[in-house]
C-alpha cells in the first residue's frame, strides 16, 4: 500500500463489526500480532501495518521516523483500505503512534487500547537523552538496544526473545534511531488529552515509573497485566491478551 514516504505492508483480513488497526513496537512488524489477528478474525475485520522502515515496509524516503510520520502511516493504511471508524491497539511504540493519530482523528477512533505503552521520553534529562542518541547513531547502537531490551526480555520464552531480537537485528538503524528518538520529544500527555473516547492501558510490571502514561494522564484508565510477561506481552502471553482485546472491545460502540 503506498504511505507518504514509501510503500507500506499491510495485514488485513476478516469481516465484520468495527475493524481493529494494530501497530507494533520499535524494530516489530505485524508479525507480532498474528495470534490476535488470527483470534478476532473468527468474528471482524482485524489488520496490522509494519510502519515505515520496519518489518516488510520500506524505509522513509525522507528519513522522518517522528511519532507523527508514524501516524500518518497509520491514517495512510485506513484511508487507503476506506475504514471511516475503527479501533486502535498500540505496543510500545506504537501506543504512542495510537495516541498521536487517536489526538489528529478522535472522531474516527472508536476506541484506543495500549499495551504497555512507552514512557514519556520527555522526563529523560537532556544529557542522557543526548548520549542515547549519539550510541544510536554509533556502530554500537546494536548491542547497546540489546542490552537495554534484555530485562524487559528477561522474563519471556526462548523462541519470544529471538522473535523480538531477530526483528532489530532485521530494522535499519536509521530506522531504530528515529522511532526510539521520537519518544524523546513526543508529548503523549497533550496527545492523550485530545482524545475524549473510551481508552484503556495494560501496563506491566516493568512499566510503573514516573514516566508512565498511566501516570500523567489523569483519565487514562490502566489496568495491571496480571500474568508473567515481559514488555512484549501479545507474544509472551497471547491468550491473555486476546481476552483483554474481546472485554474492551465489548465496550465499544
Not at 29 to 47: D, G
Not at 162 to 189: I, K
Amino acid at each position: 500500500m503506498k504511505g507518504l514516504a514509501g510503500e507500506l505492508y499491510v495485514d488485513d483480513g476478516g469481516q465484520g463489526g468495527l475493524p481493529v488497526v494494530f501497530v507494533h513496537a520499535s524494530a516489530g512488524s505485524s508479525a507480532q500480532w498474528a495470534a490476535q489477528l488470527t483470534h478476532l478474525r473468527k468474528s471482524r475485520r482485524a489488520l496490522a501495518l509494519d510502519l515505515r522502515g520496519h518489518g516488510r515496509s520500506e524505509p522513509a524516503r525522507d528519513g522522518a521516523y517522528e511519532v507523527e510520520d508514524f501516524a500518518a502511516d497509520v491514517g495512510a493504511v485506513v484511508d487507503g483500505l476506506g475504514l471511516e471508524r475503527f479501533v486502535l491497539v498500540g505496543h510500545s511504540l506504537g501506543g504512542a503512534v495510537c495516541a498521536a493519530y487517536a489526538a489528529a482523528h478522535p472522531s474516527r477512533v472508536a476506541g484506543l487500547l495500549l499495551l504497555d505503552p512507552a514512557s514519556d521520553g520527555r522526563q529523560i534529562p537532556a544529557e542522557q537523552a543526548k548520549g542515547l542518541m549519539d550510541v544510536l547513531a554509533s556502530e554500537a547502537w546494536l548491542p547497546v538496544v540489546e542490552e537495554y531490551w534484555a530485562p524487559m526480555l528477561a522474563p519471556s520464552r526462548p523462541e519470544v526473545r529471538e522473535q523480538v531480537l531477530s526483528g532489530l537485528r532485521a530494522t535499519a538503524q536509521a530506522a531504530v534511531r528515529g522511532g526510539l528518538g521520537a519518544l524523546l520529544t513526543f508529548d503523549p500527555v497533550a496527545a492523550l488529552g485530545r482524545y475524549p473516547g473510551p481508552k484503556l492501558s495494560f501496563v506491566t510490571a516493568y512499566n510503573q515509573g514516573p514516566d508512565a502514561y498511566q501516570h500523567l494522564v489523569p483519565d487514562l484508565p490502566s489496568r495491571r497485566v496480571d500474568v508473567p510477561t515481559g514488555h512484549w506481552v501479545q507474544l509472551d502471553a497471547p491468550e491473555w491478551v486476546d481476552g483483554a482485546l474481546d472485554a474492551f472491545l465489548a465496550t465499544v460502540r
